[in-house]
């Protein structure tokens, strides 16, 4: 099973944030996205999940399952948690269970993984924004999904969680697992590729083909 | 989708969720059309019925922008609309589950909204009917606007405006079997069944046109 991304570009607007990259990630391997702020990192993981349309160029997940998509097979932890403060952390993440994919751990086994079992049955809105964070990571583990795209995945987390949180994707690497991960923590993983997002300073392709120049 | 049902009901249950904020609504225009028109009761038991009617349309347009706003607040809509179920499918679950919250205490309240306005047994009969089976529509042609207002941070008042054209046929058909129900010459039936027609319609085209929208509105 490999990720691989050919050519892709993608714009914001008429402003072009990526442009013709292209890379490979193989199984149990796990891509670092860095870049300044603002260079398109979010962008980047956004058009690989499929939640921004490609310009140009085509991502797939080959060796993944035939009948899915490839942003079906995946996880996607972006900026923020995607948990209701009004429910219980259990009812979330219960949630999350019965609506995506194939279960894989139990709900109280993954809280023990990220060290909150007691919060159980607390509501999310009682928790800090570390917690929520956690019980986010907790969230990646309950359904199984061959690719994780993660960003910024330790914002708000502290010292112990982060090596915690580099601990769970390790393993799921070591599970065969593929890990996008936009971050400039030093991920000690055993396979891992850097890609460096550029800034750029250009416009899409046809953005002045709709008569903005006139 | 049963899952997500449960979780749109929890939550308007669990927070509050603006649930009787469609209900009160409803209340404050109820109760101030008699003070506007003033004492006729005649008067007020002919028009009743359509200011029934024009009373749950504004609140449930009220509560529309919760559809998908909260979703893509904390996250949760880039999530689901990943999945592998069919996102039209899963716009009509959370349609139906915030028709269930927000629009069907309207309806079990008309009855006391009715005699507030003078209406008659009948006109109050036909007026639950009809909502009941009329509302729908509304939230099914509002989960469009919705979905187009849904990256814009305030975008409650957008969704009255994109959405009001395409739900007044159903104020239409809903007043007039209402009023084919009181009134022995008119007919209820015929406009009745074009208001089911209504619902039936836009059960499908609305999720169908929200979730073309949701996938195109990326961010």
């Known amino acids: 099973m490999k990720l691989v991304a050919e050519t892709i570009s993608v714009n914001r607007g008429i402003k072009r944030v990526v442009q013709d990259l292209s890379f490979e990630v193989e199984q149990s391997e796990a891509l670092i996205v860095t870049g300044e702020n603002g260079a398109g990192k979010s962008t980047l993981l956004r058009a690989i999940a499929g939640l921004l349309p490609l310009d140009s160029g085509s991502v797939d997940l080959q060796g993944g399952k035939e009948e899915l998509l490839l942003r079906e097979q995946c996880h996607y932890l972006g900026h923020q948690n995607g948990l209701k403060t009004a429910l219980s952390v259990k009812e979330n993440l219960e949630f999350w269970q019965n609506f995506s994919g194939e279960p894989d751990f139990a709900i109280q086994e993954t809280l023990e993984i990220v060290g909150l079992a007691h919060t159980l049955d607390l509501p999310v809105g009682y928790l800090s924004t570390g917690m929520k964070r956690r019980i986010a990571i907790a969230k990646l583990l309950i359904t199984r999904k061959q690719v994780w795209i993660v960003d910024e995945p330790t914002a708000g987390l502290d010292g112990a969680s982060s090596k915690m949180f580099i601990d769970i994707c390790s393993a799921f690497c070591d599970d065969g697992g593929i890990l996008i991960a936009a971050t400039h923590l030093p991920l000690d993983l055993k396979k891992t590729k850097s890609l460096h997002v550029e800034m750029l300073d250009t416009y899409a392709d046809d953005a002045f083909d709709s008569g903005l120049d006139t | ?219």
């Open chain 2, 1 to 219: 989708m049963i899952a997500l049902f449960k979780r749109e009901l929890l939550i308007a249950l669990r927070g509050g969720g603006g649930a009787l904020t469609g209900v009160i609504f409803f209340l404050c225009v109820i109760t101030i059309v008699p003070f506007g028109i003033g004492p006729d009761l005649k008067l007020l038991s002919q028009i009743g019925p359509a200011v029934l009617w024009i009373g749950a349309l504004l609140a449930t347009l009220l509560g529309l922008d919760r559809l998908f706003q909260q979703d893509k607040e904390d996250g949760s809509l880039d999530i689901l609309v990943c999945q592998e179920h069919a996102l039209t499918w899963l716009i009509f679950v959370k349609c139906i589950a915030h028709w269930i919250v927000s629009t069907l205490p309207l309806v079990i309240a008309t009855p006391l909204f009715g005699l507030m306005l003078n209406v008659s047994p009948m006109g109050i009969l036909a007026s639950m009917v009809t909502l009941f089976v009329g509302t729908p529509a509304i939230t099914f042609i509002g989960a469009v606007g919705a979905s187009v207002t849904v990256t814009l941070p305030r975008g409650g008042v957008l969704i009255a405006i994109l959405v009001l054209p395409l739900v007044i046929p159903v104020l239409i058909f809903g007043v007039l079997s209402i009023d084919g129900a009181i009134n022995e010459p008119q007919p209820f039936t015929a406009p009745f069944l074009i208001l089911c027609a209504f619902t039936l319609f836009t059960s499908v085209l609305g999720p169908l046109a929200a979730s073309v929208m949701l996938r195109h509105s990326a961010d």
